[in-house]
């Protein structure tokens, strides 16, 4: 009786401790209170079960500090001493934050009590399942990442349900019975096996690189000779680009010896200098575009004609006028 009356003393004097949790940044801070309140009061009556899923609500609507070192303690009692580590952990970061040393002082020592007596989960996966399409694991219906296969996670202790499956395969499922106590208890999936029943699936294995969709046999270089086309166009508009600043260039450098006086080019009017600045400017711009342009032609061209089975035919040649320059690009397609 006295033991049974000091626990009912210890967890009061926790829940003081707690009485006023924050609420802040809530989305139904009122519906949040409700159940924080009704909660506080099932776990004075020891009724833990009914009490966590009302302080898990709570937390939604409202996340809070005071409220998860509550759920934290409503776990622990409630015997998912996995779960209730794992909140602690949260509790201690959110204390911290909000300079509540009291509740770090409770969840730190929760941590360090819990810690060692956590039951631990190895799952084995056999090797031939990671290649197989759709491959899954669950534990409890929850999805076990691939990242946790082969891995000691924690997990609360009692009956787990393990399942395994994968497209066109047999599920697999077996249920454990994880020791309330420090340990290591490993699962061996075994191979799955074939569902003669299932409906056979084209998808490939993740072992297999997928085939590629060709819209016709690969070997007659239409997508080649279309890279090639497109690439010669960009270089026409290049070589388009490069005669058209070329001539405005020119131009400037008229101005710039309109205003001038030749042969001594630093006799120049404000205007002078600034033709020949624009036109030295255009004059650069010009070159770079012609380099690019005959670039992206020469590969293109490259490109086109290096094509399989072409079925069409295509040439590029000088476009060249008294006020123009550039590359014509003609053909049968």
Sequence with gaps: MRRVVARALS???????LAFADHASASDPAAAQALFDQARKLMTQERWAEACPKLEESQRLDPGGGTLLHLAICRDHEGKIATAWARYQDA???????????????????IDALGPRLPRLRLRVAARNRTLTGFRVSRDDVDVGEAQWGESVPVDPGA??????????KRWTTTIDVPARAGE??????????????????TPRRD???KPTR??????????RTVGVALGAAGVVGAAVGSIFGLMAISKQREADAECKPPERTLCTAAGVAAGEDGTTFGT?????????GALLAGGAVLYFTAPDASSRVGLAPNVGPSRGGLALHGTF
């Design 11 to 17: 967890i009061a004097g926790v829940l003081e401790v």
């Design 185 to 202: 208890t490993a699962v061996e999936i075994p191979a799955l096996q074939l569902d003669p029943d299932a409906a056979a699936t084209t």
């Design 285 to 293: 711009v010009s070159t770079v575009a012609f380099i690019a342009g």
């Design 215 to 224: 819209i016709e046999e690969a070997t007659r270089g239409d997508g080649q």
């Design 92 to 110: 201690l970061g959110a204390a911290k934050h909000d300079n509540r040393k009291d509740r770090a002082k409770i969840a730190q020592a929760r």
């Design 160 to 169: 787990r349900v393990i399942a395994a499956w994968a497209d066109g395969h």
């Design 208 to 210: 297999e690189p997928p």
